[in-house]
């Protein structure tokens, strides 16, 4: 018997949102380097094709769809594509994602419905469309959502965004009650901070950046890598036994429940 389990993604296929820019970029150029080949989803299509290249460099193949994953039609049609070049999907990283820093009595109607519809609704139904796919293949699969510590625990990033990030998690749970039978894995990441182009302007600001570092137990900002990592874990074969789980990718941020 072998004890050591393959963390490898060779001849798999992946899909991440989201994967023009940010942690979906890290994520798909990792996964891609991990062996995978990777179905690439977003609205910026500029962005898309340059990831795409890069993966194609690799050695992997990469799909750049343009889609709009707030809208379930586009879903659909993507998912549509994919079938019909008979790509068979064995990972869905739902990374797609906003905030809209308002506090409560700030945030008007359209903005909780646009953060909703990119964190949440959009989640919910490439999860939807993909699970259906991966129950007819027939193989079972991984679904991987990119929560946040925003999720567990009250934080300033402002009651929407939170809100979104703590039905992600319990969509997780209950996601993976209903699918286990089709041995279908669903977990998340919970992240803290990374460096990325979304947090840049805040990363600038010193006294934003004592503050995060205060309730850091290891004291400085999570880099890409050190979130890939956990990542590719949850969609190989080391995790066969984990699901309904968030990974809490924080730097110990959520250790004493700040």
Known sequence: MNYLPSFNLTNQTAIITGAGRGIGRALAIGFAEAGANVVLLSRTEKEL???????????????????????????????????????????????AGMNIRSQALDVTEDEWDSIMNTNLKSAFFMSREVGALMKKQGDGGRIINISSVAGKVALRTGVAY????????????????????????????????????????????????????AVTPLNRIGQLPELVGPAVFLASEASSYISGQTLFVDGGMTINGF
């Open 49 to 95: 094709i340059e990831v795409a290249n890069i993966i194609n460099d690799m050695g992997r193949s990469a799909l750049p769809i343009v889609t709009d994953v707030t809208k379930p039609s586009h879903i659909h049609h993507a998912i549509e594509k994919i079938e019909h070049q008979k790509i068979k999907v064995d990972i869905l990283v739902n990374n």
């Open 162 to 213: 939170g809100a979104t990030k703590a039905a992600m998690i319990q969509m997780t749970k209950i996601l993976a009650f209903e699918w286990g039978k089709y041995n279908i894995n669903v977990n998340s990441i919970g992240p803290w901070y990374f460096e990325t182009p979304l947090t840049k302007d805040l990363l600038e600001n010193e006294k934003y950046v004592h503050d995060i570092l």
